[in-house]
């Protein structure tokens, strides 16, 4: 059986995408094939969405599923007049909270994802600018304005990690990589126990570690087996002698490796 | 008047954030104290939650809101004991579903933000160090690589853009920072006009760009109103000559800037 979901919006079509996907991760044993059309602003995007959706129900021989957060209602009328099955996020829900607040809602279309106040959309870049400075040990003496230090070996995720928490969420994460010259020596480098209360682990299979490095560089010592559990095993004693919180990252995601981490230290998610 | 809503989840919290937030911006004039709790997984957890919830109501004088995606039934019964007025993301929309698949829902606590193919996280992982080895003009040899190449001033918002398209999206996206240097010269560099379909223009405001420049080095040439304004001027002289579409950053948010130029070159949103 093969359907179609379909994610709607005035705007950047994130949060049906993201409810959407959700939702339709809960049912197994069904090819889902799934289309996001964003700023569906006009009339004439309305009326070629529809299109598609009836397309996408003939072809299937079962309605489309819509998700759909179309604030505007001329344009959510024209959406509604298609074959699709509508799930209307906005007109589910807004009607209660209007009802909590005792106001209505102002119904403007595409709010949530623009630049509601610019000093929030500032705290992102800046914290885009910090993570990308302080990436790979870059610029230590900047340890002290980082929210969190992210330490580990090479290709256990710390990048992408914090990446994502300074898009995601305006932190301000730096990252140093524990080097075979770092596990030579005992314990951890000064510059790090200077900030001891900021460290956080990151640490991974062995196994999977050599692949994602053999990958990069072939047949290298980096990229061994071997070297690969050295370097896991003496980062982890260090993790346990220092009592330093840690995380496996092998069957984690980067949202999951990126929201448990804040999670356990307790980080704000400032910029939701 | 004041509020508080929570975001409950057993997993990231991602969704119920995302749907949340996109409902709450809707409603103008009412201060909502926003409280994140992922992983919401056992009794113990959703026992602390419901006192946190009862405290914020009885502070706000006023229920909670309570957004929830949370699966399992004996957490979600904790969790209803609450004063606060829930607002249960799965419940509304599963049933519906279910009957539209004709199956029941698998019911997996946290599996849309968890790792469901190992080869979807390598995409978005490989996507971001293609862009930070192709930021700011780097590895130009990679452009026959890449899905898009986004070209402008210096902090126009190329970086940032190219990160979250590859971190929200598997998208490979290079920037190129057209310097004075470049601009001093007619037409573009012949590296980009090489790849002259991958291109895609980012310009903004030059007194936004003054500002932000500004901030970063005090009283130079490179943050003065008149340098501004004359590389935005002759960034966007060589966007029209070349048919190179651009979007104005200006007033968008990481999201809308990403989803946009996604929107108008047809990129599809693999990893959503």
């Known amino acids: 059986m093969r359907r179609t979901a379909f994610f709607l919006s005035d705007g950047t079509g994130i949060t049906a995408e993201t409810l959407g996907n959700s939702l339709l991760t809960q049912f197994e044993g069904i090819t889902i094939e799934r289309v996001t059309i964003p700023y569906v602003d006009s009339p004439e995007k309305a009326t070629s969405a529809v299109t598609r959706i009836n397309d996408a129900t003939s072809r299937d021989g079962a309605p489309a599923i819509v998700f759909d957060t179309i604030v505007k209602q001329d344009i959510r009328d024209i959406i509604m007049s298609s074959r699709g099955v509508m799930f209307d996020v906005f007109d589910t829900f807004l009607k209660p909270l209007e009802e909590q607040f005792g ?11 623009s630049i509601n106040e610019f000093s929030t959309y500032h705290k992102r870049i800046e914290s885009v600018n910090f993570a990308l400075e302080n990436d790979d040990g870059g610029r230590q003496q900047d340890y002290s304005k980082a929210d969190i230090i992210l330490i580990g070996v090479s290709r256990c995720g710390k990048t992408p990690t914090c ?14 990589p524990l080097t075979p010259e770092d596990l030579a020596l005992p314990g951890l480098p000064d510059t790090l126990m200077a900030h001891r209360e900021k460290l956080y682990g990151l ?8 692949s994602i490095r053999h990958e990069r560089r072939n ?28 995380i496996n990252t ?5 949202e999951e490796i990126a929201t448990r981490i ?6 704000a998610r400032g910029v939701a």
């Open 262 to 267: 804040m999670d356990d230290v307790g980080l």
């Open 250 to 254: 092998t069957h984690f995601s980067i």
């Open 103 to 113: 106001i209505s809602s102002s119904y403007t279309s595409g709010k949530c994802h």
């Open 163 to 176: 990446l994502y928490m300074a898009l995601q969420f305006g932190v301000r994460a730096a990252n140093y």
């Open 219 to 246: 047949n290298s010592r980096y990229g061994s087996l071997d070297q690969c559990e050295w370097e896991v095993d003496e980062v982890e004693k260090r993790f346990r002698q220092n009592g330093i919180m840690c």
């Open 203 to 210: 640490t991974i299979d062995p196994f999977q570690l050599a």
